[in-house]
């Protein structure tokens, strides 16, 4: 349907008008903004730094590595050695190790969007790229082991154990899957939602809140205890 496109794919692309809330939450935020960008810099250049030397890692893309193509313009331009938050880096393993390392994060939520104070991390060829052929998501720069990090301003210790505990049991060797870490370490709960699962859920809910409104958003919220089905995948 042509107007459903026109509405869902115009707002995904190019946003909507603000409401009067959303303009005051925006002009709280940027009160703090300098600051909070100091420690999303600061936390995403160790998470870096750490990734580039992990076995299970294949390549790190951030300019704040000497090692990045434009490194030495990153550090021309971004100021007192502060290169943003956004890490990207390919796992061992490929597509399915991607995932399933997604699936086994604790402190980072699966989201596509960049700039939260908590850490996020998406997995774009089978999220925001997931509509492009495999040419396609190449000629953007996707690859299937290509994992994108919006790092936080949480503690870096806390930061960096997550990735270090869910990256300990991915092969070294490419395409190999190992055993699940020492069973004393702790493990995800059973009844934790799987990546695809939390996927199709995210997808749901921004497509009933852009297409039908946020007063239906918060109408179908309050049936999810009938829906008990939908809104437990």
Same mark, same amino acid.
Not at 51 to 77: C, E, I, K, M, T
Not at 137 to 156: K, M, N, W
Not at 202 to 226: D, R, T
């Given at each position: 349907? /042509? $107007? =459903? +496109? ?11 008008? !603000?409401?009067? #809330? %959303? ?65 990207? /880096? $390919? =796992? +061992? ?11 086994? !994060?604790?402190? #980072? %939520? ?85 990546? %695809? ?37």
């Amino acid at each position: 349907d /042509f $107007g =459903i +496109k026109a509405r869902i794919q115009g707002l995904r692309d190019t946003g909507a008008a !603000l409401s009067p #809330f %959303s303009s005051f939450l925006l002009l709280q935020g940027l009160e703090t903004l300098p600051l909070r960008m100091e420690r999303h810099s600061q936390n995403a250049q160790a998470v870096a730094e750490f990734l580039a030397q992990h076995p299970s890692v294949s390549w790190v893309n951030y300019p704040g590595l000497p090692s990045h193509r434009d490194h030495a313009r990153a550090a021309q331009y971004h100021r007192g050695g502060l290169f943003g938050a956004i890490v990207g /880096f $390919g =796992i +061992k393993g490929g597509y399915d190790a991607a995932l399933k390392f997604i699936d086994k !994060l604790k402190l #980072f %939520s699966l989201l596509a969007n960049v700039g939260d104070a908590k850490s996020l991390v998406i997995h774009p060829a089978s999220t925001t790229h997931q509509q492009l052929s495999p040419e396609e998501q190449l000629a953007t720069g996707v690859t299937a082991d290509f994992i994108r990090l919006s790092v936080g301003i949480e503690h870096i210790d806390d930061i960096l154990a997550d990735l270090e505990f869910r990256l300990s049991w991915i092969a070294t060797v490419s395409g190999a899957l190992p055993q699940e870490p020492s069973p004393a370490l702790p493990s995800p709960s059973p009844a934790a939602p799987s990546c %695809s699962a939390a996927i199709a859920r995210i997808s749901c809910v921004i497509f009933i809140e852009q297409y039908f409104g946020p007063h239906m958003l918060q109408k179908w919220a309050l049936l999810k205890v009938s829906w008990g089905s939908v809104w437990s995948w």
